[in-house]
């Protein structure tokens, strides 16, 4: 699949190799994780051959997010190994090229390669934000650089939620945004575009493009800068949002008997998608892998 190399114009595909059939683009779906646990929190290693992800323990698996040991799956050969004894929880945000992971623990964020899981660095953020620790979202990795983390949160009692940057490499943390959204959203390119569940929004000339497709989670394609991953709650699928074109192309993702879908994220070179489905059936949740048909 080569999201990264295409350019959509009035519904035609020009020089790229993704086919599209009545607007939706078109591939192949891979369970990657047991299907008698609960998983969730995938995260790609920097070559895109192997993901990792949690498979929550207790209950059978049946805590989508809970605690567990990590797993590995292996593209090329097609196999799914435990990995550690050790229960993580993890599930913040994996950064766009893949090996390294942000979590939160006791007030604080953590930074670990994946892999070995060794601590990378960590932040404390300002009292503020650990006296509302409840509603903070993120962190989440800069589309541009591993040193750069975004985080929002809200104080009690305001509909105020504030969007913060932070340098790693100086420890510098500034208010860059004020918003009344309180659910999720995704830094993107430059530095200067952020995706919220209804809008992208330029931190540089505050234009906004209207994002109206139900969004529960956001991914932009880490090697095309004009490629947002949208994944939905309306129809259980995801959809490829152009934000020159601003025009979304369905992404004919959605396994059966799924009734939501959830941590979709780009693969480093943008050419698979990873994301975890809930089931209708027991409400366990797996974790696919989406390659688009050529």
Same mark, same amino acid.
């Given at each position: 699949?080569?999201?990264?190399?295409?350019?959509?114009?009035?519904?035609?595909?020009?020089?790229?190799?993704?086919?599209?059939?009545?607007?939706?683009?078109?591939?192949?779906?891979?369970?990657?994780?047991?299907?008698?646990?609960?998983?969730?929190?995938?995260?790609?290693?920097?070559?895109?051959?192997?993901?990792?992800?949690?498979?929550?323990?207790?209950?059978? @698996?049946?805590? %989508?997010?809970? #605690?567990?040991?990590?797993?590995? $799956?292996?593209?090329?050969?097609? +196999? =799914?190994?435990?990995?550690?004894?050790?229960?993580?929880?993890?599930?913040?945000?994996?950064?766009?090229?893949?090996?390294?992971?942000?979590?939160?623990?006791?007030?604080?964020?953590?930074?670990?390669?994946?892999?070995?899981?060794?601590?990378?660095?960590?932040?404390?953020?300002?009292?503020?934000?650990?006296?509302?620790?409840?509603?903070?979202?993120?962190?989440?990795?800069?589309?541009?650089?591993?040193?750069?983390?975004?985080?929002?949160?809200?104080?009690?009692?305001?509909?105020?939620?504030?969007?913060?940057?932070?340098?790693?490499?100086?420890?510098?943390?500034?208010?860059?945004?004020?918003?009344?959204?309180?659910? @999720?959203?995704? %830094?993107?390119? #430059?530095?200067?575009?952020?995706? $919220?569940?209804?809008?992208?929004? +330029? =931190?540089?000339?505050?234009?906004?493009?209207?994002?109206?497709?139900?969004?529960?989670?956001?991914?932009?394609?880490?090697?095309?800068?004009?490629?947002?991953?949208?994944?939905?709650?309306?129809?259980?699928?995801?959809?490829?949002?152009?934000?020159?074109?601003?025009?979304?192309?369905?992404?004919?993702?959605?396994?059966?008997?799924?009734?939501?879908?959830?941590?979709?994220?780009?693969?480093?070179?943008?050419?698979?998608?990873?994301?975890?489905?809930?089931?209708?059936?027991?409400?366990?949740?797996?974790?696919?892998?989406?390659?688009?048909?050529?």
């Amino acid at each position: 699949m080569k999201m990264s190399r295409f350019v959509i114009w009035g519904g035609v595909v020009i020089a790229g190799a993704l086919l599209l059939s009545c607007d939706t683009i078109q591939g192949d779906l891979r369970l990657i994780s047991s299907e008698s646990f609960g998983s969730h929190s995938p995260v790609w290693t920097s070559d895109g051959k192997s993901i990792y992800f949690v498979v929550a323990s207790g209950m059978g @698996g049946n805590i %989508p997010y809970g #605690g567990g040991p990590v797993w590995r $799956f292996d593209l090329g050969a097609n +196999n =799914l190994t435990q990995i550690t004894e050790e229960e993580f929880s993890y599930g913040d945000d994996s950064s766009p090229q893949g090996d390294y992971i942000l979590k939160g623990e006791d007030g604080k964020w953590v930074m670990l390669q994946v892999g070995t899981w060794e601590e990378i660095i960590s932040y404390t953020p300002p009292q503020q934000v650990i006296d509302n620790w409840g509603s903070v979202k993120g962190p989440k990795f800069s589309y541009e650089s591993n040193n750069v983390i975004y985080y929002s949160y809200c104080d009690n009692g305001t509909d105020s939620v504030y969007i913060h940057r932070v340098n790693l490499e100086d420890i510098t943390d500034e208010r860059i945004l004020t918003r009344n959204v309180k659910r @999720g959203f995704a %830094p993107g390119p #430059g530095d200067t575009l952020i995706a $919220f569940i209804d809008t992208i929004y +330029n =931190l540089n000339n505050k234009e906004v493009i209207p994002v109206t497709l139900g969004a529960v989670f956001l991914d932009w394609n880490p090697t095309n800068p004009n490629e947002l991953l949208v994944s939905t709650t309306n129809d259980k699928d995801m959809y490829l949002f152009d934000i020159q074109t601003q025009e979304p192309q369905r992404i004919n993702a959605g396994p059966p008997k799924t009734y939501n879908i959830d941590e979709a994220k780009f693969s480093p070179d943008g050419d698979k998608i990873v994301f975890t489905a809930r089931r209708n059936s027991d409400g366990l949740q797996e974790v696919w892998l989406f390659e688009s048909s050529d």
